[in-house]
């Protein structure tokens, strides 16, 4: 088994769900999908109306989306999170309703949505006293921020580490998404064989890692371990995944030497399965490279809480971490034709497993891939 | 041990190698994809290179620089294992106002795509990826330390974690890119360069970021 130094302490997220872990899986379990429709922003001009709102969310003028999903995770967590761990935010767009305020009213400060404040304001709210870093990897930021967070504690930089993650549907982002033509105009249906694209969510959490020493020593209880990650390129392209998975797979045996485990270890995959043709394509791809023909249940959150961009890999350690603890496959939520090529990969309905070591996998714009083991 | 072996940079109006010791001025950035094949620093064309936001350009080209400084040939059919570490002041927000003002000019119905994809603080990084076949990590940070010295000390520690067999560092504002490339002594021992435990190492990073701008 992985030689372990990096343990999970602590943990909270908020999802389209609502608030909570536990909430969130139990509408996984259940195969609810959270994704409604948008009513933030207008969305006539476009092919769907669809994504993963946190329900009850929004903010005034002076205020962003991420700091109103953090603010309220903070509250009587301070003593919770040791003043000395190092804090990690990752995210790709940050408060970037700023920036959409200003250009569309004149009004407010673009520069307010420069991530660099977020991670400003992160730290003012959690009492850290490091001014800490913010990690962008497109779509696995947050496995490279808990993989850089794991590294640091290994190396015995620091001894407690705290990761954030954060991202919200905005119209930027949509906007985006909807003109490279990602979108599903329904709920995505990740690994199902008439998926047709993603469907944006929003969410944000935190996972608080610390040396096994010293969770041992403050007596805290432990969620799991960070065992070993992997971090690659395709060096392909910049919206298509390398279609051969070649990537992604590198990166999860990748992680699985850096976790001194086998693809016999591995007991279950939490997939990025984002619900595009390519992306879900090119991971079945990979998984078969990897595990040769073995097949090793899969699952992806996707098609319940929507593609949450820079927050997605938090939200998937969180779940997988569940999913360990319960020895349970989540199903793939929204999943009703299985894709022939990810057949006896993913289910409709959750199932048991018996190896408790798992990998969450994420990939990016720009070909990036990451793969974090668990146990 | 790790060292560093090339040191490419660039600005709005020149471009440089330290190791080689070299610099020369060039007109401007649509030109620079024909103006550096004329001096051999990219190997091949950059596709899509007129299509890159300015950032992206100057950073494919501060890492041909580095490359070149280095020593290190790449091809278009070949792969390495190089990761690619970034930071900037900035980060992205000048191609973000570009997307999202387009985007509003034109009745808020239709986003550009190409202007879209600009919109990570990584997209110079994986442009430099794709260009150069670099499959090693792949990430942009930004702390509130000295940028080039915390980027070089992450860069050393992924080598030494076995993440990557050598990795690019770049940072990257709206005016100056610094590209560095670092490598493992024993595999480039006897090329010229600086070793990254060495004391002068401070002295000689505020030098540099002093001397360009």
Sequence with gaps: MPSVKSVVVACDMVTPYGQGVNLCWKHLIAGDSAIGEITR???????????????????????????????????????????????????????????????????????QSDP?????????????????????????????????????????????????????????????????????????RPFDKNRKGLTLGEAAGYILMMSQERALREKRPVLGKIAGWGLTS????????????????????????????????????????????????????AFKKVFNKQFVPAYSIKGGVGHTMGAAGLVEIIIALKSLQEMTVPPTVNLLDVDPQAEGWVFQEPAKFKKAVTISTNSGFGGINSAIVLC | MIKITGIGWITEKRYGRIIQQSARDYSDLKSLASDFVGQALFAYPVKNFGRFDKISKMVC????????????????????????????????????????????????????GNLFIYTLPSTPLAEVAIHFGCRGPLLYIKSGQSRMLSLIEYAGDMISRNEASSMLAISADEHRVICILLETDDQVHQKKGFRIEEQSLTAMIASLEKGIS
């Excluded at chain 1, 995770?73 to 804090?87: C, N």
Aim: net charge negative; charged share 20%.
């Design chain 1, 41 to 111: 922003f207008d969305t006539r001009h476009f092919k769907t109306n669809k994504a993963g709102i946190i329900p009850g969310l929004s903010c005034g003028a002076g205020e962003s989306f991420v700091m109103k999903m953090l603010a309220p995770m903070s509250k009587g967590k301070r003593a919770l999170i040791p003043e000395d761990s190092f804090p990690i935010l990752a995210t790709t767009t940050g408060e970037i309703n700023y920036l959409e305020g200003h250009i569309i009213t004149g009004k407010g400060e673009y520069k």
């Design chain 1, 116 to 188: 660099g404040f977020l991670l400003e304001k992160i730290v003012k709210l959690t009492g850290v006293k490091y001014p800490g870093l913010l990690v962008s990897a497109a779509c696995t930021s947050s496995n490279t921020a808990v993989s850089h967070g794991a590294a640091l504690i290994d190396s015995g930089r620091y001894d407690s580490v705290l990761v954030i993650a954060c991202d919200s549907v905005s119209e930027f982002v949509f906007s985006g998404f909807s003109a490279i033509m990602a979108l599903d105009e329904n709920a995505a």
């Design chain 1, 234 to 285: 395709d060096a392909n392209h910049m919206t298509g995944p390398d279609k051969d998975g070649g990537g992604l797979a590198a990166a999860i045996n990748k992680a699985l030497q850096s976790a001194s485990v086998t693809i016999d270890d591995i007991g279950v995959i939490s997939a990025h399965g984002t619900g595009t043709i390519y992306n879900d394509a090119m991971e079945i791809k």
């Design chain 2, 61 to 112: 080209a501060a890492a041909a620089l580095t490359f070149n400084d280095a020593g290190v040939r790449y091809f278009k059919s070949e792969k390495k294992e190089t990761g690619i570490i970034g930071t900037g002041t900035a980060g992205c927000l000048q191609s973000n106002l570009a997307y999202f003002k387009d985007y509003v000019d034109n009745g808020r119905s239709l986003g550009r």
